[in-house]
């Protein structure tokens, strides 16, 4: 998941935690992931497929914008449950979303769907990546290059812009004093990077949910404008058909309990078809 790519990167983790140590704290993405996954199903069954894709791009949405904002401060308890949702959201929107793409092919495209579907995904998740990492970047020096401290640094800042591994490198060979406020200045430009990335992850997830949800709304009224015709129709063919049969009733000779018997048949079905359109 794209958000991995900023949240294992986060200062706070950084210096305080080994690579072990972090993995072990961003790890109820990868669970509430799979427990999205799991429950995917059940809630397609429930809800229908296109409720089970807004309800994940719901939860991609807000957990994104939880993350959007952390601040230089924040613990890993404030990223909890923006990471929580955001896996969640995940784990549902996926198998929703695949089976959607797979519902609307014929069989005998299916293999080719599923491969076009699956290098699709892989190209957003690098173009996400990308996004998410420039975005970043660029905030980053921007930040850093506005400081009061950084034409103290010299020959030195190319390495500083690099990154905040580097900018901790360059600390150790300055002043206590002055690497301490590169450390700190280091830590708020990414933090400050990590928010406007999130942000700009936030507007385009709830962007794409408004079109589903303009979509999803224009299909169910289209399927009752169709609903309302065919109903229309029926009763339009129930009372044709009614009228020919009570003058056939009237005019025939035949016993009127053979009759009846004959016509009050059809009449319930025509009643049952009218009550299921209703």
Not at 32 to 40: D, T
Not at 209 to 235: D, P, Q, W
Not at 239 to 248: G, K, S, V, Y
Request: hydrophobic share 50%; glycine share 10%; aromatic share 6%.
């Amino acid at each position: 998941p794209r958000a991995l790519v900023v949240v294992t990167q986060y200062p706070p983790f950084t210096p305080a935690y080994t690579p072990m140590q972090t993995g072990i704290r961003v790890l109820p993405i990868a669970v509430a992931m799979l427990v999205g996954a799991v429950s995917a199903p059940r809630f397609i069954d429930l809800v229908q497929l296109k409720v089970t894709v807004l309800i994940g791009l719901l939860c991609v949405g807000i957990g994104y914008g939880w993350l959007a904002t952390t601040s230089d401060s924040s613990a890993f308890g404030h990223l909890l449950p923006g990471v929580v949702l955001f896996g969640l959201g995940a784990g549902l929107l996926v198998p929703a979303a695949t089976q959607a793409v797979m519902d609307a092919l014929p069989p005998d495209a299916t293999g080719a769907g599923s491969a076009t579907n699956t290098a699709l995904m892989q190209v957003g998740s690098a173009l996400g990546v990308a996004v998410i990492g420039s975005l970043l970047a660029a905030r980053y020096r921007g930040v850093m290059m506005s400081s009061s401290i950084w034409d103290q640094l010299g020959d030195l800042q190319s390495v500083a812009l690099e990154s905040v591994a580097g900018a901790a490198r360059v600390a150790e060979q300055l002043t206590a004093e002055l690497g301490a406020q590169l450390n700190q200045l280091a830590g708020h430009a990414f933090v400050a990077g990590m928010q406007i990335s999130l942000l700009v992850c936030t507007i385009a997830v709830f962007a794409a949910l408004a079109i589903a949800l303009s979509v999803v709304s224009v299909m169910l009224t289209n399927r009752a404008k169709r609903l309302e015709t065919g109903y229309n129709t029926l009763v339009g063919h129930i009372q044709t058909d009614l009228n020919m049969a009570l003058r056939t009733f009237e005019q025939s000779s035949l016993p009127k309990a053979d009759l009846a018997g004959t016509i009050v048949p059809g009449m319930r079905m025509y009643l049952y078809a009218a009550d299921s359109c209703n």
